[in-house]
């Protein structure tokens, strides 16, 4: 099974940027995906899940009203829209795969997420 994001870059702050994270060898659509970013030397910070079926959406407090995730399951791909990007979002983004959300977030803080990309760079600044 694979995970590989693609999309990250260097930004300025208030630009934008389009993650996005293809899937392959496991059931897409059987389950929850999200992003998740991490700054060396510093925990792993989830930040958006989506149910498998995009019912639902959740948002870490830090990029509420700023980021969108979406998906689409026809083509195995997740998205993240980040918008009014500001420094504190400078991380290296990974997309993950749970049984369900609250497994995500969980499984974020301290687990092994079913599956996981290699992450790609997000780097904000002037």
């Known amino acids: 099974a694979h995970l590989v994001e693609s999309g990250g870059g260097a930004v300025q702050p208030g630009g934008s940027l389009r993650l996005s994270c293809t899937a392959s060898g496991f059931r897409f659509d059987d389950y929850a995906m999200g992003w998740f970013r991490q700054v060396p030397g510093k925990e792993r910070e989830g930040v958006s899940c989506?149910?498998?079926?995009?019912?639902?959406?959740y948002y870490t407090n830090a990029v509420k009203g700023r980021f969108t995730i979406s998906r689409d399951n026809a083509k195995n791909t997740l998205y993240l829209q980040m918008d009014h990007l500001n420094s504190e979002d400078t991380a290296m983004y990974f997309c993950?795969?749970?049984?369900?959300?609250?497994?995500?977030?969980?499984?974020?803080?301290?687990?092994?997420?079913?599956?996981r990309g290699q992450g790609t760079q997000v780097t904000v600044s002037s």
């Open positions: 993950g795969a749970a049984t369900s959300c609250n497994d995500f977030w969980q499984l974020v803080k301290g687990g092994v997420l079913n599956y």
């Open positions: 989506i149910r498998y079926d995009s019912a639902n959406s």
